[in-house]
């Protein structure tokens, strides 16, 4: 049987591979719980320091249009996949999705519950969904206005266009385009970067930023002052610091 969704370990970098090439990657309900289920294992493992999140020639086109046209309300519900990109979005570790061909509707919204996003420069992103008589349900109208603003977002949300990467990256809604051919090259460097950071700070950075939007500037700020006041409790805190002093290179145990 083919495998829809596969989990490769490079050392500290898991990633995570959506393979259904003759759907463009749709996204099935089945390939959203098995997406979950390898979330759940990357969990539970604490050689993990960064996901890579990609598909097979393209990233997803979107969720699937054959499943869906039937369904009713209580159905479309059932469908969504809000738990599972959530769950992604709050997983401690960074991640990054590496975009290539389509990332449209649930595809997209796959990529804007990761950190970072890098595409080829081949690829093409959208929320087509309102072309379909529908809206982003699986955080693109949430998270889409957060990262570019209200404007922007109601413009690719209400008239349903795609964006090469060259126009993604002037958008904001990725952090680097790059030759077709180097996407994963590219996104293993950069997930090799984050892991030699220390995972704790990184951690604490990634709740600060992510809570941070959800709550008044006010809790934000006290917010950041408890997570940065707790690392001083840390190994990697005195690591850090004192490499820096000494000339050298830290190397964090994630203590
Ligand atoms: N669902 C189901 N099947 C899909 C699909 C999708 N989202 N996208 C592509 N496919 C299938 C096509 O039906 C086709 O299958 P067959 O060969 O069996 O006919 C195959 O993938 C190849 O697709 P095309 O022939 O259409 O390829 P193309 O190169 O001409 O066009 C495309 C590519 C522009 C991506 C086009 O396929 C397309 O527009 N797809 C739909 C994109 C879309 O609307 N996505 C949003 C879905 S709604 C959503 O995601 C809701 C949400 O918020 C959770």
Redesign the pocket.
Known sequence: MEEFVLLELMGPIAVIKINRP???N??SREIVDLIDDKLELIKKNKEIKALIITGDN?FA????????VDKNAKEAKAF??SDTFSKLESIEMPTIAAICG?A????L?LALACDLRIASEDA?MG???I??G?????G?TVRLPRLIGEAKAKELIYLGG?LSSQEAYQFGIVNKVVKTEELMTEALKMAGKLAEKSVIALKAAKKSINSGIECTKAEAINNEAELWAALFDSQDQKEGMKAFLEKRKPNYLGK
Do not use: S
């Not at 529908?134 to 699986?138: E, H, Q, V």
């Open positions: 003759k759907a463009l749709a996204l393209n086109a979107g969720a699937d249009i054959v499943d869906m969504l996949f389509y449209l509707g649930g595809g919204e093409q929320l087509p969904e072309n379909l529908i809206m982003p349900g699986a693109g795609r």
